[in-house]
Nanobody, 117 residues
Framework: VQLVESGGGLVQAGGALRLSCVAS????????MGWYRQAPGKQRELVAT???????NYADSVKGRFTISRDNGENTMYLQMESLKSEDTAVYYC????????????WGQGTLVTVSS
C-alpha cells in the first residue's frame, strides 16, 4: 500500500483546511486508517482514526473541530479541520494498517499545515 497526502498549507487561526490521503496498491486489504501529526520538536501523535466500517476516534485536542472520513470506493481518506489553532501547526501524516492479521503498516510522506496566529 502506498499513501499520498495533499491539502496542507498556510491558514490563519480560526480557518479551515481539508487534507486528503489517496491509497494505492493492495487497498482492499486496508482495515484501519488514520491521521497523525508531528510538530517541531515533538513526538508524532495520533489525531484521528477510522476503521473500514466507519468507526472513528479522535484525540481530545481535536474533538469537535476535526472530522475524519473515508471514501472506500475512491480509496481516499479525508481530514476536515475547522477552527484551526496555532498549536495545530505540524506535519500531518496519513497511516494505514493492512494485510493478514493487520500486520503491515504504511505511511505517507506528510503534508505541512501551518496555522498563523
Amino acid at each position: 500500500v502506498q499513501l499520498v497526502e495533499s491539502g496542507g498549507g498556510l491558514v490563519q487561526a480560526g480557518g479551515a483546511l481539508r487534507l486528503s490521503c489517496v491509497a494505492s496498491g493492495s487497498t482492499s486489504r486496508i482495515s484501519y486508517m488514520g491521521w497523525y501529526r508531528q510538530a517541531p520538536g515533538k513526538q508524532r501523535e495520533l489525531v484521528a482514526t477510522i476503521t473500514s466500517g466507519g468507526g472513528t476516534n479522535y484525540a481530545d485536542s481535536v474533538k469537535g473541530r476535526f472530522t475524519i472520513s473515508r471514501d472506500n470506493g475512491e480509496n481516499t481518506m479525508y481530514l476536515q479541520m475547522e477552527s484551526l489553532k496555532s498549536e495545530d501547526t505540524a506535519v500531518y501524516y496519513c497511516y494505514a494498517r493492512y494485510g493478514i492479521f493487520n500486520s503491515l503498516n504504511a505511511w505517507g510522506q506528510g503534508t505541512l499545515v501551518t496555522v498563523s496566529s
